[in-house]
Structure formats: structure tokens, C-alpha cells
């Protein structure tokens, strides 16, 4: 109930394209949805949270979709570019430990 | 630099040895969080502080334990070290009690041979 289930394992999307992250979780306690980008030899850093009581949240280039019926939520990078390769991670949160999913490296070719 | 501190950055030790890991905050923050991160098993939580206290415990083996002192920094004391523990940790922190978000350092490359 614990888990965050996190998919794909490694994405590779062309410059310019949509990129796609999926995650699914259980523990209906959870109330914040963080997602952290990390790049090689770095730390994770935060990158778009939602709440729960809404259903998409976007911050530039960055968008998340949560279904709270489904348990189900998402990150989209609209117009991704090399930059963005990197690995991010989905986590969700209630009032104990923050959980993370297991990851996906995403890849932005020219 | 995300004012989270880590040091070392990398450590290689051998077996059955013991290592500390150190880390200083974000200035203003009082918790302290430790994170384990391997390859095959993605970012655990291991422990967290609060102003001085244990609040959370996550997977954190016996042979792993942490404290912080009263200037708020905090150490990761990993003991008896085995091949498997060889991994990233990283520690983060946030202005409060298990308050959003979390501030990540750069990480301490463990190398156990």
C-alpha cells in the first residue's frame, strides 16, 4: 500500500516531442504528489507537486494530471529538448515518509 | 547549489568498516531526512529528524544510525558495511516537520570493496 508504481523505465522522445510518465499508487491517505528531476551526479530537485483536489496542474512546459479515481497520475513535458534528459521521479506523501517511484530516464534527442 | 550540504562526496571503504556520512541543511530548515539510493532499489527512506528528535524511520538497517546535533546538521553512522550497502546517499531537508518540499543535497558516492 506503501508503493508508487512508476512506468516507463526509460523513455526516449525527439526534440520538440511530448514526453509521457506515468505513475499509479494505492494508499488513499497520500495528499501530495511531488515530481523531482535528477541529473547525473546531482540530487533529486522538486520539480511540479499537485494536491489531490486538483485535477492538472502546469508550470511551463511541465504538466501534471491527477485522477484520483483511477489512483492514477502523470507528468507530461510538452516540446521536450536535450536539456530535459535526465531521470524523474514521482512521489506521493501523507503525513509520514515521502515514497518515490522507482523512476524513468527520459532521453531527448536533436 | 541547492544549500544542502553532503560531505564526502564519494568514500570508498572495505568491508566491516564503519563510515560516517555528514550533512548541514538549508539554513532555516529543522528536518533532516536520509535517503538510500541503489540501482536496484530506487530511493528509499531511511530516517528522519526534527529539530534534534527521531521523527520517521523508514528500511534503515541496525546496522545504520543517525542523529542531529543541536546546530542542526546531521550524520548517517553506517557500521559492520557490506558489498550491498555501496550506494548514493542523499539527505534532504525542509523548513519543518515533514513540510513540502524537500531540498536535496548532491549525494555521497558509497564504494564498499
Known amino acids: 500500500q506503501q508503493q508508487v508504481k512508476q512506468s516507463p523505465q526509460s523513455l526516449i522522445v525527439q526534440k520538440g516531442g511530448i514526453s509521457i510518465i506515468n505513475c499509479a499508487y494505492e494508499n488513499t491517505a497520500f495528499d501530495y504528489f511531488p515530481w523531482y528531476q535528477q541529473f547525473p551526479g546531482k540530487g533529486p530537485a522538486l520539480l511540479i507537486a499537485i494536491r489531490p483536489d486538483v485535477s492538472e496542474k502546469k508550470e511551463g512546459r511541465f504538466t501534471i494530471s491527477f485522477n484520483k479515481s483511477a489512483k492514477q497520475f502523470s507528468l507530461h513535458i510538452m516540446d521536450s529538448q536535450p536539456g530535459d534528459s535526465a531521470t524523474y521521479f514521482c512521489a506521493a506523501i501523507n503525513t509520514d515518509k515521502l515514497i518515490f517511484g522507482t523512476g524513468t530516464r527520459l532521453q531527448v534527442f536533436p | 547549489d541547492s544549500g544542502v550540504t553532503q560531505t564526502p562526496k564519494h568514500l570508498i571503504t572495505a568491508t566491516g568498516q564503519r563510515v560516517t556520512l555528514r550533512c548541514s541543511p538549508r539554513?532555516?530548515?529543522?528536518?533532516v531526512y536520509w535517503y538510500q539510493q541503489s540501482l536496484d532499489q530506487g530511493l528509499q527512506f531511511l530516517i528522519q529528524y526534527y529539530n534534534g528528535e527521531e521523527r520517521a524511520k523508514g528500511n534503515i538497517l541496525e546496522r545504520f544510525s543517525a542523529q542531529q546535533f543541536p546546530d542542526l546538521h546531521s550524520e548517517l553512522n553506517l557500521s559492520s558495511l557490506e558489498l550491498g550497502d555501496s550506494a548514493l546517499y542523499f539527505c534532504?531537508?525542509?523548513?519543518?516537520?515533514?513540510?513540502?518540499?524537500?531540498?536535496f543535497g548532491s549525494g555521497t558516492r558509497l564504494t564498499v570493496v
Open positions: 534532504a531537508s525542509s523548513v519543518a516537520d515533514r513540510v513540502q518540499p524537500y531540498t
Open positions: 539554513s532555516g530548515d529543522l528536518s
